[in-house]
T-cell receptor
C-alpha cells in the first residue's frame, strides 16, 4: 500500500498570503489528522477529520482551517500568514478515528517558510 | 488532560552501548503510550505502542519499552546502539478519544 502523501513538500510564502496544503491518506483510512512541528513548540495537534467531519481541534487561531473530501483526502489552509507559521506540517492517517490504541501513519510533511 | 515529559533533549551514546530514552506521562485516565521515531526530512514512524495488553512492549529495530504505572514512565531502551538509530524520538500519550499529545522529543546521536 502506498503511504501517506503530502503536497507540496516545500513552500515559501510571504506574510499576509494564504496557503493550502494537501494530504492523501493511506487507502482505506478514514481519519486524517494535522500537526504543526516547530523547534520551539514541538509537535502540536491542529485538527482531525473523520468522514468529512472535524472531530477534534487543537488550540490554534481561526486562520488555520481544514476540510476532508469524500475520498478522505484532506486539505488545510492557513490565511494571513505570519512569520511564526513557518513550520513542518505533518499529516497522519488512521483507519478509524484517532485516539485510544489507534496507530497513526505519518506523511513526510510539508515544510513551510514564511518570509 | 494528558501530558508527556521527555527527559533530555539530546542523548549521545557510543555504537554498541545501551540506549535509554526517558518518558514520563501524566493522565487522569488509563493511558495508551507510543514511541515514534523521526529521521531527517521524514515523517514519524511508529516504533511501538502500549495498549494495556502487556507492560513490556517490543517494537521494531530491536527497541522495547516498559510501562510502569507506579512511576508513570514508559522509557525506551535498546541493548546495543547502531549508527542507523541516530534520529529524533518522540513519546506520545493518548487517553480515551483524545488526540495524541507528544513530548518535546529526544535527539539521539550515536558515536562510532
Amino acid at each position: 500500500k502506498a503511504g501517506v502523501t503530502q503536497t507540496p513538500r516545500y513552500l515559501i510564502k510571504t506574510r499576509g498570503q494564504q496557503v493550502t496544503l494537501s494530504c492523501s491518506p493511506i487507502s482505506g483510512h478514514r481519519s486524517v489528522s494535522w500537526y504543526q512541528q516547530t523547534p520551539g513548540q514541538g509537535l502540536q495537534f491542529l485538527f482531525e477529520y473523520f468522514s468529512e467531519t472535524q472531530r477534534n481541534k487543537g488550540n490554534f487561531p481561526g486562520r488555520f482551517s481544514g476540510r476532508q473530501f469524500s475520498n478522505s483526502r484532506s486539505e488545510m489552509n492557513v490565511s494571513t500568514l505570519e512569520l511564526g507559521d513557518s513550520a513542518l506540517y505533518l499529516c497522519a492517517s488512521s483507519p478509524q478515528t484517532s485516539g485510544g490504541t489507534e496507530t497513526q501513519y505519518f506523511g513526510p510533511g510539508t515544510r513551510l517558510l514564511v518570509l | 488532560a494528558q501530558s508527556v515529559t521527555q527527559l533530555g533533549s539530546h542523548v549521545s551514546v557510543s555504537e554498541g552501548a545501551l540506549v535509554l530514552l526517558r518518558c514520563n506521562y501524566s493522565s487522569s485516565v488509563p493511558p495508551y503510550l507510543f514511541w515514534y521515531v523521526q529521521y531527517p526530512n521524514q515523517g514519524l514512524q511508529l516504533l511501538l505502542k502500549y495498549t494495556s495488553a502487556a507492560t513490556l512492549v517490543k517494537g521494531i529495530n530491536g527497541f522495547e519499552a516498559e510501562f510502569k504505572k507506579s512511576e508513570t514512565s514508559f522509557h525506551l531502551t535498546k541493548p546495543s546502539a547502531h549508527m542507523s538509530d541516530a534520529a529524533e524520538y518522540f513519546c506520545a500519550v493518548s487517553a480515551g478519544n483524545t488526540p495524541l499529545v507528544f513530548g518535546k522529543g529526544t535527539r539521539l546521536s550515536v558515536i562510532a
